[in-house]
């Protein structure tokens, strides 16, 4: 009997011990669970009253999304900045820069702050640097981390800026642009294999081309300088193909979207042109951003005035695009829209209803449902996720 009874005591002692560690455990899955299941969103805004927008927030703010729901939650302001139109997180996680959309009336130029994102995804200001024109409104990094560059939107400016140990940035070079008083460059992309920079201009109607050399740490026009595009197309976003043989741009004036074979050179060889509206749209449209999913199967562009996201599949071959749908953005007047890292949903910033609307992506057919959820941002205008 009392061998019988210290046994019994062994095994009640062990079973209290598993039933513990599994407590534990369960408790370290949480703990890592919550914190693996909110990706941290930045997002760019309008703070004050312009031509185009009645901005009515107060600087960048912080978000989180939940990968498993799609919900979105707001955080809170990370940052005051007028007008930070265009935010953009550095490859490695560690800062975040975003521009201050300023005009003639603001100031001398616009701006570029730098910031060091903090663990709790806080950010602290580091710098803050004239981008030498008016209304800059994008901004890009090269693929190995050391150069920033930034498109100011007025007077055909460009600018390419090195990174200081903080994040800060210097000024390297100043582009002007040819025709600088009808020039508006809208974006700017650099190559996968780092080679080559690829900068949008509205007003000219052409995609520049240069060589990034980063020995002298410049650009420098390539071999074909530019492609000319149709006569008020108004080329504005652009994206690459998931295998970097093609490209796009979603041009604002016209609706159309353009495809482009890259040459070993840089080169862009014109392939085919479709529009990124319904046949039967015959309202006034204004074209904003243009995504490449993930898988590289699916390419998406955001329509103001048509208020929708268009969807289109992507021959990874031939580079050719073919329409999948259309979908109401459930806002008003979109302007860039955010895949999540993980591909699976996609979210679009409504700038004049003040709402971030979140949409499930079917990785089969690549078309987009309405989740029922969206985020309350006032003037919201750019979305962007940390790298992962």
């Not at 890592?32 to 031509?51: A, D, F, L, Q």
């Not at 950010?123 to 498109?151: H, K, M, N, W």
């Not at 100011?152 to 994040?167: H, L, P, R, S, T």
């Not at 031939?318 to 953005?329: K, Q, R």
Request: hydrophobic content about 30%; some cysteine; proline content about 4%.
């Amino acid at each position: 009997m009392k061998r019988i009874f210290l046994g019994s005591l062994c095994m009640l002692l062990f079973l209290s011990s598993c039933k513990n560690e599994t407590k534990d455990e369960q408790k370290a899955d949480v703990a890592v669970n919550s914190t693996s299941t909110r990706n941290p969103i930045y997002i760019g805004t309008y703070t004050k009253k312009e031509g185009h927008v009645n901005g009515q927030a107060e600087g960048i703010y912080l978000a989180y999304q939940k990968p498993e729901t799609g919900s979105l939650e707001m955080g809170k302001t990370v940052a005051k900045v007028v007008n930070p139109s265009f935010v953009k997180t550095s490859g490695d996680n560690k800062y975040l820069y975003a521009v201050s959309e300023l005009g003639p009336n603001d100031g001398p130029a616009g701006l570029i702050y730098s910031y060091k994102i903090n663990e709790d995804h806080s950010l602290e200001q580091t710098g803050s640097i004239s981008t030498e024109s008016f209304a800059p409104c994008y901004i890009a990094e090269d693929q190995s981390g050391r150069f920033v560059f930034v498109a100011n939107y007025v007077g055909g400016v460009v600018v390419v800026y090195e990174k200081n140990e903080d994040g800060s940035l210097k000024k390297l070079q100043k582009i002007t642009l040819e025709n600088p008083g009808i020039s508006n460059p809208h974006s700017v992309n650099i190559s996968s294999n780092n080679k080559f920079v690829y900068i949008t201009d509205l007003g000219n109607d052409r995609i520049w081309i240069f060589d990034l050399d980063p020995d002298s740490k410049s650009l420098k026009p390539n071999k074909t300088p530019f492609i000319q595009l149709a006569e008020g197309c108004g080329p504005r976003h652009f994206a690459f193909s998931k295998t970097n043989d093609h490209a796009y741009t979603i041009n604002e004036l016209n609706g159309s979207i353009s495809t482009f074979k890259i040459e070993q050179n840089g080169k862009l060889t014109h392939l085919e042109e479709i529009s990124s509206l319904p046949e039967d749209f015959k309202g006034e449209n204004s074209a904003a951003d243009i995504h490449v999913h993930p898988s590289g199967d699916f390419l998406y562009v955001s329509n103001r005035g048509h208020n929708s996201i268009g969807a289109f599949l992507v021959n990874q071959i031939t580079g050719s695009l073919e329409n999948i749908e259309f979908t109401n953005t459930q806002g008003s007047t979109p302007r860039n829209f955010a895949i999540s890292p993980d591909g699976n949903f996609l979210y679009v910033a409504n700038q004049d209803s003040n709402d971030l609307v979140s949409f499930k992506i079917d990785l089969e057919t690549g078309k987009l449902t309405e989740t029922g959820k969206k985020l309350d941002v006032l003037t919201p205008v750019c979305i962007e996720f940390l790298n992962y």
